[in-house]
C-alpha cells in the first residue's frame, strides 16, 4: 500500500499555483498507480516496462516544456520540477526515461531543429508513440565529451556517420536518436538517426546493479547513411547538447529530491512502528538525528529546486546554479537513502522497501549528467575563473 506523504516543513505549497498542485497530484496518482506497485519486481528482474512509455505520453510526462502546438505540455519549468519530482519518488529509471525524451530528445528537436523536424518528430514524442535516447558519451570520452571522435562526413546527397556511443538511456528500444558527433571540420552537430537505418544497431548493456528497471545500452554507427536533412540546424559546438543538459540536470535536481522524500517517509513510519527495548525506534535519539537531518537536508532542497525553477521560468538560470542544485540535491538524496536503509536495519535490505533501490539507483544519478566532482569543477570556475578540467 502506497500511503506516501510529503515533507513540507516550510510551506512551499503555498508557493506553488492550483495548477502545479493539481499536476503534482496528477503525476503522484499515477506513479501510485502504474509505477509503485510493480516497481520493486522490475528492478529485481531487469525488465525495463516498455509499455510506460505509451502511458506517460498519455499522463503528460514528456516534454512538459515544449509549446502545446508540438504535442508538449506547454508548461512551465515549476510544473516540470514536480513531474521529475513524483516520477523520481517512483524510482529513478523511470525519471530517467522521461527526462531523456523530454529534455534530450524533444528540447534539442524543438530548440535546434527544423520546422519540418518539429512537426515530424515532436508529436510521436509527446504521445509516447516514440521513444528516444541521447547519444553523447563515449566509450573513451565521457566527462569529457569534446573529445569525442564519432563523425560523419558529407558524401553529397547524404551524410556517413561512424562511431559508437556508450550508456545510452532508452537505446535498446529508442525508435529515434539525437547523436553528437564530429564533421570534417571537427564541429560538433546533433543528427537524428532512426531505427532501422543500415548499419545502426543498439546493443543493451546487461548486470547493472543500478537503475534496473531502465533499459542502458550503446548506440554503433556502422557507415550509416544520415538524410541531410536530419542535421539539427539551428546550433552547433558543445554548447548544444549542454543547453540540453541544464535543462535535464535540473530536472534531476526536483527528481532526486523525489527520491530522498520517499526513502524519509519510509524511514519515519518504520521507526515509529518498529519497537526494540521495548520502545519503537523513533525514541531514540540518534534515530531522531538521521530523520532530522533528512528532513533538514529536503526541506533546504526543496528551497534551492523552487528558486532554482523561478530562474528557469525567467530565463536566468546558470549552468553554474543548475550545477550546483543537481550536485547537492543528488548526493543529499544517496546520504539521506543511506540512512534510511539504516533505520530499517535488515529489513532495509529487501525489495520490501525502496530504500536499497534508491540507493542503487541514485549512484547512477551522481554520476551520469556530469559527475559530483565535476559540478564541483563548473563551480570551482565560476568562482575563480579558472577551469580546472584539463
Ligand atoms: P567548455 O570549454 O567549458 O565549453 C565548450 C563550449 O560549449 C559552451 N558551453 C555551453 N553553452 C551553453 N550552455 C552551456 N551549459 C554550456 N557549457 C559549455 C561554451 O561556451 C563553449 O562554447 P564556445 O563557443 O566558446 O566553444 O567545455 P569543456 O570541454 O572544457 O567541458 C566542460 C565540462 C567538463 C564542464 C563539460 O564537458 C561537462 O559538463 N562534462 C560532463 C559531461 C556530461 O554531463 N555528460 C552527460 C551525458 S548525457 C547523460 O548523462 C544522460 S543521463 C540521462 C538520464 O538517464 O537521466
Ligand atoms: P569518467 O569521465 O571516466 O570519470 C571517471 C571518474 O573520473 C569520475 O569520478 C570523474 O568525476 C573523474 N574525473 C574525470 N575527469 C575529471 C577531472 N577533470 N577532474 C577530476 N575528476 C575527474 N550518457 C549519454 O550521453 N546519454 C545517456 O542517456 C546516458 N545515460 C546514462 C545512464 C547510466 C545508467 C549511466 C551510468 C551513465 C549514462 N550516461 C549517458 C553517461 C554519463 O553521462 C557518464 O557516465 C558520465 O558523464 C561520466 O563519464 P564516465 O562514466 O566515462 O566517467
Not at 249 to 272: H, P, T, V
Amino acid at each position: 500500500q502506497d500511503t506516501f506523504e510529503h515533507p513540507d516543513f516550510y510551506q512551499l505549497d503555498d508557493l506553488f499555483t492550483e495548477e502545479h498542485k493539481l499536476i503534482r497530484s496528477a503525476i503522484r496518482d499515477f506513479v501510485k498507480r502504474e509505477i509503485s506497485p510493480y516497481i520493486e519486481d522490475w528492478a529485481q528482474h531487469a525488465h525495463f516496462p516498455y509499455e510506460i512509455v505509451k502511458k506517460f505520453g498519455d499522463i503528460g510526462a514528456f516534454g512538459p516544456t515544449v509549446p502545446q502546438e508540438y504535442g508538449g505540455g506547454g508548461l512551465d519549468y515549476i510544473s516540470y520540477g514536480l513531474i521529475m519530482q513524483e516520477i523520481e519518488r517512483g524510482d529513478s529509471g523511470m525519471r530517467s526515461t522521461a527526462s531523456v525524451q523530454g529534455s534530450l530528445v524533444m528540447y534539442p528537436i524543438y530548440k535546434f531543429g527544423s520546422e519540418a523536424q518539429r512537426k515530424k518528430y515532436l508529436p510521436k514524442l509527446a504521445s509516447g508513440e516514440w521513444l528516444g535516447c541521447f547519444g553523447l558519451t563515449e566509450p573513451d570520452h565521457g566527462s569529457n565529451p569534446s573529445g569525442m571522435v564519432t563523425n560523419f562526413k558529407d558524401m553529397g546527397d547524404h551524410y556517413l556517420l561512424n562511431g559508437a556511443k556508450m550508456w545510452i538511456s532508452n537505446s535498446p528500444r529508442a525508435d529515434v536518436a539525437v547523436v553528437w558527433a564530429k564533421n570534417e571540420a571537427g564541429r560538433i552537430h546533433g543528427l537524428i538517426v532512426e531505427r532501422g537505418m543500415e548499419g545502426f544497431t543498439t546493443p543493451e548493456t546487461h548486470g547493472k546493479w543500478s537503475l534496473r528497471a531502465s533499459a542502458t545500452g550503446e548506440l554503433v554507427f556502422d557507415n550509416v547513411k544520415v538524410p541531410k536533412e536530419n542535421l539539427l540546424p539551428g546550433k552547433s559546438g558543445l554548447g548544444a547538447p549542454m543547453m540540453c543538459l541544464d535543462s535535464a540536470r535540473y530536472g534531476i535536481a526536483w527528481g532526486a529530491i523525489g527520491a530522498a522524500m520517499d526513502c524519509y517517509d519510509s524511514a519515519r513510519r518504520y521507526a515509529l512502528e518498529r519497537e526494540q527495548f521495548g520502545k519503537p525506534i523513533a525514541s531514540f535519539q540518534l534515530v531522531q538525528k538521521k530523520l532530522s537531518e533528512m528532513l533538514t537536508e529536503i526541506t533546504k532542497a526543496q528551497l534551492l529546486n523552487w528558486r532554482l525553477g523561478t530562474l528557469m521560468n525567467e530565463g536566468k538560470a546558470t549552468t553554474p546554479q543548475i550545477s550546483l542544485a543537481k550536485r547537492n540535491n543528488v548526493q543529499v538524496a544517496l546520504e539521506i537513502a543511506r540512512e534510511a536503509r539504516q533505520i530499517h536495519g535488515g529489513m532495509g535490505i529487501t525489495g520490501e522497501y525502496p530504500l536499497m533501490r534508491h540507493m542503487m539507483n541514485l549512484e547512477s544519478v551522481v554520476t551520469y549528467e556530469g559527475t559530483h566532482d565535476i559540478h564541483l569543477l563548473i563551480l570551482g570556475n565560476q568562482i575563480t575563473g579558472i577551469p580546472a578540467f584539463v
